[in-house]
């Protein structure tokens, strides 16, 4: 049977309008425009005393993350949801809170007796924002992070002061931990899953980060204020 060309037309436009559709879609991610993406952050701390000791009425001031000077109060709920999950059975007379001192918002623990248990949590926390290069270590520091100098050996590294408050009884020293971590991933191109994108890792008592997994427990001596490295890594944009 003829067809007309005339006929045809309409096919043609239709095919081509798809093809251009799908070309759009495919420019679309790779523009930003539109694009989301994930933001996770993991803040772990553990406190401990000296092989065969106890520590009793413990308080510690402790860094913590920070948004435009303010504490981000997601990885507080997560420490407080880690604690009621896992620890509260164990250390029922636990306090956790936010409090202001002369170095920015700090999170304070108080714990009556700790044993060699140790006491620990993890706070976990993320969420969906505009797609977006900005460094993940400037808009999301470890608090207080002052005096930075660049680290040997890392591109983005820096090393810096920081403080940590501690009062005790009962032992001689003081064990603690904590690391901090941001991970930004953004969609694939498709998008199917998301990709890295960028990070940031601060690592409390450290001169250098930890090259190696096991235990990153630091020891003090000496009550109230205590000035401590701080080493962290993916902190691009140094002011």
Not at 83 to 88: D, E, I, L
Not at 99 to 111: A, C
Not at 194 to 202: E, T
């Amino acid at each position: 049977m003829y067809r007309s060309r005339l006929g045809e037309q309409p096919m043609h436009r239709w095919v081509r309008l798809t093809l251009a559709l799908i070309v759009l879609l495919l420019l679309f991610p790779l523009s930003g425009c539109g694009r989301k993406q994930y933001v996770s952050f993991t803040y772990n701390f553990a406190i401990s005393p000296p092989k065969g000791e106890v520590l009793r009425n413990v308080t510690v001031y402790l860094p913590f993350p920070a948004s435009n000077g303010k504490p981000i109060w997601g990885i507080y709920r997560g420490l407080k949801r880690d604690y009621a999950k896992y620890r509260a059975m164990d250390y029922p007379d636990a306090e956790l809170g936010l409090i202001k001192t002369k170095h920015g918002s700090l999170l304070k623990v108080y714990i009556p007796v700790i044993d060699q248990r140790g006491y620990g949590l993890d706070g976990a926390f993320g969420f969906e924002e505009p797609y977006s290069q900005d460094s993940m270590g400037p808009r999301f520091p470890l608090n207080p992070r002052l005096v930075p100098r660049k680290l040997a050996d890392y591109r983005n590294g820096y090393l810096c002061d920081s403080y940590i408050y501690a009062k005790f009884q009962g032992a001689r020293a003081l064990g603690y931990a904590l690391d901090y971590k941001v991970r930004a991933e953004k969609p694939s191109i498709l998008p199917l899953d998301y990709v890295p994108q960028d990070s940031y890792s601060a690592y409390l008592g450290w001169f250098q980060p930890p090259r190696h997994a096991g235990s990153l427990v630091k020891y003090i001596k000496m009550q109230g204020w205590n000035k401590i490295p701080l080493s962290d890594i993916g902190y691009r944009e140094e002011q």
